[in-house]
Each structure stands twice: as C-alpha cells, then as structure tokens.
C-alpha cells in the first residue's frame, strides 16, 4: 500500500492554527507540563455552585450527615477518575471523539451535544451570577446589558486556548481564589462568630428525603458527574510522563477532595452563620457575600465564576465544532464556535436561566452518569485486552475505521438513562432517590455485556492493511495528509481506497471515505480464509 511517508517532525509551533486539536488526536510535543494544566483545569475547583451544594445537602440532612456525604463522594468520583485519567490521558482525544468507539462516528454527535449543552446550561448560570452581583453592586446599565458584557468577555478568554492562554489566566485567578476565601471565612467568623448557630451540629426538624439521608448527598454531588467529561477534555493535554501526578493531584483524589469537600464545609459555614432572609442559591449567596466583605465580595465573586466560566467556554466549543462537523457537516473554526456557544449562553440569560436550569440539568445529569458508566466499562475492557497499556484494538476511533453507529452503546446509554429519567421522574420516592447509582450500574453492566458479545466486533470496519504498520512508531511518526498537506502523528491516520493518506478530520469530510471503507469491510468479511500450513 503506498504511503508516502514525509515523516518530519514540524514544529510545535505550527500547531496553533488546528483548534486545539479538537478533531484530532494531540502529539505528544503539544502536550503541556504539569504546572500548565493544572490551573488551567483548577479553574472547576471555585465556583458558587459548591459552595451553595454543600449548604443546600446541610440543610436538608444535616451539617454532620452532609459531611460524610459529601467526604463519600469526594473519594469515590476522585478514585473514578483516578482510573480514568490513566486512559484519557493515552488516547489524548477529547471525550466527543473518544465515544466514536462506544457510539460510533455519528452517534458520537449525541455525546457532544450533551457535553456542550450542559457546558453552555452551567456558563450562562456562572456569567448570570457574574451579571447579578454587578448590576446589584454598582447600579448603572440594565441587567441585560450586563449579561452582554459578561458573555462577551468571557468567549474573549477561551479564544486563545489552553496552550496558550487559559493556563495562564488561571494561575493568577486561582491564588486570588483562594485568598478571597479565606478571608470571607474570616471575615463571617469575626462578624458573627465562628460557631453562630451551631453550625457543626445544625439538624433540621425533620429530614424531608427518600431514602438514606447520606444517599441524598452522594446523588446531589453525582449530579456533576459532567466535571468527568471536562477532566477528559483537559486531560487529553497531558504529558504521559506526569500522568502518575495528573492521576492523584490535577483531575483525581486530591481535585475532588478541595472542589467537594473543602468548598462544601466553607459553604455550609457561610449559609449557617450569615443571617439572610433569602433561600440558599447562588443568588442569595452573591447578596451575602456583597452585604459581608463589599467590594471586595465583588471581586471574589468575578474572580470565582470567571475561573469556571473558562472552563465552560472552552469545553462548550470544543464539544460545539465537534458537533457541527459530525452531524450537520458544518466546519467551523473553534473561535467561531466560542462565540456561538457564548451567544447562545447570552439567550439563555436573557430568558432567565434560573427558572428553568435546575430542571434542565437534573435530566442532563441522568445521561451524563450514564455516559460515565460506559466510560468506565470500556476503559476497564480496554485495560484487561491491552494487559494495562489502556489502548487495545477496541479503542480504534479513526472515522474509517468505525461504523457510523453502534448499536451496543447508543442502546446501552439510552436504556441506562431512560430507567434513571423513568425513575427520578415518573416513580420517584425510594426508587427516584437511586435513579443516578442505578443508571450507572446499568450502563457499565450492558455496556461490558456488550463488550463481551460477539456482535462488538461487527462495530469495527475491518480493513487491508493500516497506516500505523508502516512506521517506527504511531505516537510520534508524523504523515503528511494528501487533503490538508498538513502533518500529523500517524496513530490518528488512515488511508483512502486510492492509498492516499488522510488524516482524521478530514476523513470526516470527504465525500465517499466512509462509504469506501464500508465497501472494503464487507469484502474483507467475505474473503475465503485461507488454510495455513
């Protein structure tokens, strides 16, 4: 099969114009170093949200019952992803093109769509917050004109990337994070005591749950399950030699115990010990921190949701061109895909985000678990067939190389998340209060059932021969593609009917590649098998 090697290792340099790689598998001399990314990713660790979920779990069941709850999930998701990152980390595609191999190279658009809906849902939520505390703050413009601003800036941060921009963004914001914290603890505490209202040991009259109380908290925080999708989409960056300290520190153990945990207990203090009239919210929150510290309550609150609202941003436009380009065919670059995720951000705050959002992602959740009981059970497979290396020939996520649907995994998702939807909706109770542990045991068992089907292997398209045979190494060989003339590591490469090499997203586009491939499989199927010796 010719291949026209040109295996020139380009520049890193040359690499910005391809959208943080979003389409395509990263090369390891793009990767970034340890004190890059995890900024750039700790920008999830601040945000309101988990401050205002510890309280709100508090306050239902209880300051200790809370607490163990939320410990509990702050072990579990963080050993969850400790599992995972060894994985996402290999693959080093995001979590859109990583569900080609359980959902198939269309059916993969519905995952995108979930990520960049839930990413959008939680950055108009974070830039409404933002909007609030400053039209509230400083009383000029109208709250829409603030909304604006706010959306605005915020696609203007995610534009430069994670290479070369959201690293550094983060690490000055986070350290002003955490200052601003400690002194809104400091400052609640000298102002109203530091054990007003007992807060340790508040209980409430009557625990009002279905089921455990500590199941509760465990289900509020698998709620955001999605920071999953998100770590991936970071984690994709890494460098394979820090995976060891990305596993344990940037995305796993030590991540969830501050985002879980430490913002939890800060938030259960402030709600408890600062009087309010107003029910626990985000919103009732941005009054009490600017009733308590002023303006510098004002610019905690800037600093906080502007850290997560990069992270929302930018995930939202990875997932957004994902979309576009597998479904409707439509290529865009990812900046234009920022600023369409921020315009549709801005129509949802505009349309008051906050009577509806709780809701919408309630539902969204039940299928993000779902997504992340199949993660886990390929990724598992994945490990036994490759005896721990993480790739084995059921990761093969190439657009020539894997059917446009597949049916083990769309049926497993579907079915998974349909019974969590049936559950938390329509029977409720006991049962609705284990909707999310269900769908996630649900997805991850028909999932591996699948895996284990002899069916699995009808998912991939066998065909003569592979790119990847035909060079020293796949992970760092490069090939030139003959449809871009851009170069790219050949493990993401593949070949047309003619032999001229193509890369992934172009793969995507070409008229007739997938129907070629297909035709190739179906006689690669009927080949007679020639006897051997």
């Given at each position: 099969m010719a291949t026209t090697e040109r295996s020139l290792q380009r520049e890193a340099t040359n690499d910005e114009g391809r959208d943080e790689y979003a389409l395509h598998f990263v090369p390891h001399k793009a990767r970034l170093g340890r004190w890059?990314?995890?900024?750039?990713?700790?920008?999830?660790?601040?945000?309101?949200?988990?401050?205002?979920?510890?309280a709100l779990v508090a306050l239902t069941i209880g300051t200790v019952n809370a607490?163990?709850?939320?410990?509990?999930?702050?072990?579990?998701?963080?050993?969850?992803?400790?599992?995972?990152?060894?994985?996402?980390?290999?693959?080093?595609?995001?979590?859109?093109?990583?569900?080609?191999?359980?959902?198939?190279?269309?059916?993969?658009?519905?995952?995108?769509l979930l990520l960049c809906a839930v990413a959008v849902f939680y950055g108009a939520l974070e830039s409404s917050i933002i909007a609030v505390a400053f039209q509230s703050y400083v009383g000029v413009f109208s709250l829409n004109i603030w909304y604006t601003i706010v959306a605005v800036y915020s696609v203007l941060f995610v534009i430069g990337g994670i290479r070369n921009w959201l690293d550094r963004v983060n690490s000055v914001l986070l350290p002003i994070y955490g200052i601003g914290l400690v002194v809104a603890v400091v400052w609640a505490g000298s102002k109203y005591g530091f054990n007003a209202r007992h807060w340790t040991s508040y209980k409430p009259a009557r625990i009002a749950v279905a089921g455990p109380p500590l199941l509760f908290g465990i289900?509020?925080?698998?709620?955001?399950?999605?920071?999953?999708?998100?770590?991936?989409?970071?984690?994709?960056?890494?460098?394979?030699?820090?995976?060891?300290?990305?596993?344990?520190?940037?995305?796993?153990?030590?991540?969830?115990?501050?985002?879980?945990?430490?913002?939890?207990?800060?938030?259960?203090?402030?709600?408890?010990?600062?009087p309010t009239r107003l029910a626990p919210s985000?919103?009732?929150?941005?009054?009490?921190?600017?009733?308590?510290?002023?303006?510098?309550?004002?610019?905690?609150?800037?600093?906080?949701?502007t850290r997560i609202n990069t992270a929302n941003f930018y995930v939202a436009s990875l997932s957004l061109e994902s979309f576009?380009?597998?479904?409707?065919?439509?290529?865009?670059?990812?900046?234009?895909?920022?600023?369409?995720?921020?315009a549709i951000a801005l129509v949802l705050m505009l349309t008051n985000v906050f009577s509806f959002l709780g809701q919408a992602l309630s539902y969204q959740a039940i299928f993000v678990v779902a997504w992340v009981g199949l993660a886990s059970a390929h990724v598992l497979e994945s490990f036994r067939r490759s005896g721990g290396e993480g790739i084995s020939e059921i990761d093969d996520w190439r657009p020539g190389?894997?059917?446009?649907?597949?049916?083990?995994?769309?049926?497993?998702?579907?079915?998974?998340?349909?019974?969590?939807?049936?559950?938390?909706?329509?029977?409720?109770?006991?049962?609705?209060?284990?909707?999310?542990?269900?769908?996630?045991?649900?997805?991850?068992?028909?999932y591996f059932a699948w895996l284990q089907s002899p069916w699995e292997a009808r998912v991939r398209?066998?065909?003569?021969?592979?790119?990847?045979?035909?060079?020293?190494?796949?992970?760092?060989?490069?090939?030139?593609?003959?449809?871009?003339?851009?170069?790219?590591?050949?493990?993401?490469?593949?070949?047309?009917?003619t032999g001229k090499l193509i890369c992934a997203e172009c793969a995507l586009d070409q008229p007739g590649f997938y129907k070629d491939a297909l035709a190739e499989d179906a006689a690669v199927r009927a080949a007679p098998v020639v006897a051997r010796g």
């Open positions: 890059s990314l995890l900024p750039a990713y700790w920008a999830l660790v601040g945000s309101l949200v988990f401050l205002i979920f510890g607490l163990i709850s939320i410990a509990i999930s702050s072990l579990l998701q963080g050993l969850l992803y400790y599992a995972l990152a060894k994985y996402s980390i290999r693959s080093g595609v995001t979590s859109s093109v990583f569900s080609r191999v359980m959902f198939g190279t269309t059916g993969s658009a519905l995952a995108a289900v509020t925080y698998m709620g955001v399950m999605i920071l999953s999708m998100f770590a991936w989409d970071y984690s994709r960056m890494a460098r394979e030699r820090d995976t060891g300290f990305h596993r344990v520190v940037t995305f796993g153990p030590v991540y969830y115990f501050l985002t879980y945990f430490v913002n939890g207990v800060i938030g259960i203090f402030l709600v408890l010990v600062i985000e919103i009732s929150i941005v009054f009490d921190f600017l009733g308590l510290m002023g303006f510098a309550g004002l610019v905690f609150i800037w600093v906080s949701q576009l380009v597998r479904l409707l065919r439509i290529r865009v670059p990812r900046i234009v895909a920022a600023v369409l995720a921020g190389r894997v059917r446009a649907f597949n049916p083990g995994g769309l049926i497993s998702w579907f079915a998974a998340a349909g019974l969590g939807v049936v559950l938390y909706k329509a029977v409720g109770g006991t049962w609705g209060a284990w909707s999310s542990p269900i769908t996630f045991v649900v997805s991850f068992g028909l398209l066998q065909r003569h021969g592979d790119v990847r045979d035909t060079v020293p190494d796949q992970w760092t060989s490069e090939l030139v593609c003959a449809f871009c003339d851009t170069s790219f590591v050949a493990h993401e490469m593949d070949s047309d009917r």
